[in-house]
Structures are given as C-alpha cells and as structure tokens.
C-alpha cells in the first residue's frame, strides 16, 4: 500500500492492479521478498483488521528517525480534515475526521489522530498532545483551540503555544483589538513589515507584538500579544484584515510574522495534498479501520516524498516524483533511502 501510494496511486484497486502486474511483481519480489500479492478483497480485509492507533506510532516513530534533536524548536501546526466520502455513509455515527500535527518547517507530518464521535476537535487535539513528545517546539493552532484548557495542556507537556484569536473567544479578541488599536499603546509595540507580490497581487502585512501581558489573566505562562493587518492590491482593488494572536512564546514582530499566518496554514496545504495526489474526499470505503490506515499511508507516502524532494534538491512536482515512480519501479528504492548514508 505504501509503495503504490508513493506511486500516487489514488484508491486500493489502482494498487492493487499495479503490484500483480508482471513488471512490478518481479520487482516486489527481488527487492522485498513478496512473493504472493493477496486478492484485492483480502488487502482490504488486512487494512480492517490493523489497528489505525498502531499505524499511527508507526508514522511518529518514522518521523522522529529524522529528527535527532526531536521537535525542539521546531513548529507544529495542528489542524482537523473531515473525510467528505463518510458524511452520508450509515456505517458512520458521524463523518469520519481527524486532527494531524503537522511539523511547518519540513511539511511532514508527524501523527493523526481520530476525532471521537461523541466529541469534537478541541479535546482530540489535546489528546494528540499528550500522545506526542512536544518538548521545546511552538504549537500554532486555528481560533478553534483558542481554549485555556488547550493553552494548559501545551505548557504542562513543556511547549509553547500560538494561538489564533477570534470570534469564539469575544472578550480576549476585543481586548487585543482595542490595544492594538490605540495609537498611543500602537507606538510602544514592536513592528514589521513585509512585501510580496503574489501573481499579480501585492500583499503587505504588517505585525505588531506587545509583551505587556499583565492585564490579561488566566492563560498560562501569556507572554505576547500580536496583530497583523495584511493589505491585498489586486487590479487596483484595495481590501484589508486583522488578525490577532496570543502566545507563551516571547515572540518579536518579526518572529510573528514567520510563524503566523504561514506556518498555522501548513497543515491545511498537506490537507489539500490529499485531496488533490490522492482524492481522499471520494473515497468510498465505509470500514472506518480501512479509512483511518489509508489516511496513515498516504501521509506516510507524502512524507517520504517531500524528505526525497529535500534530501535531492529536486525542483520537481509531488506530482511528478511520483509519476517517476510509477513509470520506473527502481526509482522507488531510491525514494525509500531518503536519510540512509
């Protein structure tokens, strides 16, 4: 499965296809000793009957392999996906939707974890939390988790937490606008700035960080607030937002500017990767391990081919990487070293 899906392949009967052809069951058999490829109905009872919880230490002991140091000083972006296939299957109580950490810096994924149906995402996220070893990285998440329960759990598990301020926290949000906005305390923040012209679009944005916390209480270890305001040019079309945060971290303006909106938007790119290399929404699958381990292997799959991508300097597409793949079997052995000397 994993080596099929490294191929780009989008669904188990493509792999399935794939691994009893002639050329590739030669190859499966040289490099991996697989010498029998089970019927395409008992590939799908294997991903059934594994455990996705035991998959999924599978992917964070593989990812950690690549990070001696672990994920200190590294940045984690959490966010949730819904499998859109699931939402009107009746084997689900409610659509299947899971929560990954995603480590910004390198684009890989380091685990997932299942969204209980009883539940929503604020607590899975905590959950995810204490099932890793987040020691020393930032966490950055959407308004969702802008939760105190959230803010705790990542401080007692010795991490920092950036946190995106919106609506569902109405106090906080008013607070920090009517700071920001005031032109005397404006004045005393620190500030940055940035330029970019995006396919026609200039975007300026601007961030503003004050450490005068004290007037805020009950989030632990608070150490900033921040703001910033991006400005779209588009065509001679002129619109603006803001958008505010909270951190433990002692964050500079600049250092705000690296971290959100960017980084908090890298989980939802490797979201859109699944979607896009692999159509994740229109997998049709009902049994809820099946979808779950497919989930796994695809991330896993992306993993290895953006560590490939980094490790070679490749300029290359996903997309193409794994059509190389597909077209020349060897080419797999190759992304399978990535990290070996």
């Given at each position: 499965m994993i080596l099929g899906s490294l191929c780009g392949l989008r669904n188990v009967s493509q792999i399935h296809q794939w691994?009893?052809?002639d050329r590739v069951a030669e190859f499966l058999s040289k490099h991996f000793d697989i010498k029998n490829i089970p019927c395409y109905f008992w590939l799908l009872c294997l991903l059934k009957m594994i455990k996705p919880s035991s998959l999924n230490n599978c992917l964070i002991r593989w990812t950690q392999s690549f990070l001696p140091d672990g994920v200190r000083g590294l940045t984690l972006s959490f966010d949730g996906k819904t499998v859109r296939s699931t939402t009107k299957m009746d084997k689900y109580e409610k659509p299947l939707h899971i929560i990954s950490a995603h480590i910004a810096e390198l684009g890989i994924t380091l685990a997932g974890h299942k969204v209980n149906d009883k539940t929503n995402e604020i607590p899975a996220m905590r959950e995810l939390i204490e099932l890793l070893d987040v020691e020393g990285c930032t966490i950055v998440a959407d308004a969702l988790h802008c939760?105190?329960?959230?803010a705790t759990t990542i401080v007692k598990n010795k991490a920092d937490y950036l946190l995106s301020v919106k609506g569902n926290q109405p106090t906080l949000k008013e607070d920090i606008e009517n700071y920001v906005h005031n032109d005397g305390l404006q004045k005393g923040m620190d500030t940055a700035k940035t330029l970019e012209h995006n396919g026609g679009r200039i975007e300026r944005r601007t961030a503003f960080v004050s450490h005068e916390t004290d007037w805020l209480s009950g989030w632990p270890n608070l150490s900033c607030i921040g703001a910033i305001h991006t400005q779209f040019d588009y065509k001679g079309k002129v619109t603006s937002e803001w958008h505010y945060y909270i951190s433990s971290a002692h964050l500079s303006a600049q250092e705000l500017l690296k971290h959100a909106p960017r980084m908090e938007w890298s989980v939802e790119s490797m979201h859109w990767l699944l979607d896009v290399h692999f159509g994740e929404d229109l997998c049709r699958i009902e049994d809820e391990n099946a979808q779950q381990n497919i989930n796994i292997i695809r991330k896993i799959a992306l993993n290895n081919i953006k560590l490939y991508k980094q490790e070679v300097?490749?300029?290359l597409p996903l997309s193409k990487i794994?059509?190389?793949c597909l077209?020349?079997?060897?080419?797999?052995?190759e992304v399978l070293m990535v990290g070996e000397d």
């Open positions: 691994a009893v052809n939760q105190k329960e959230t300097k490749s300029k794994m059509f190389g077209l020349d079997c060897e080419k797999l052995i």
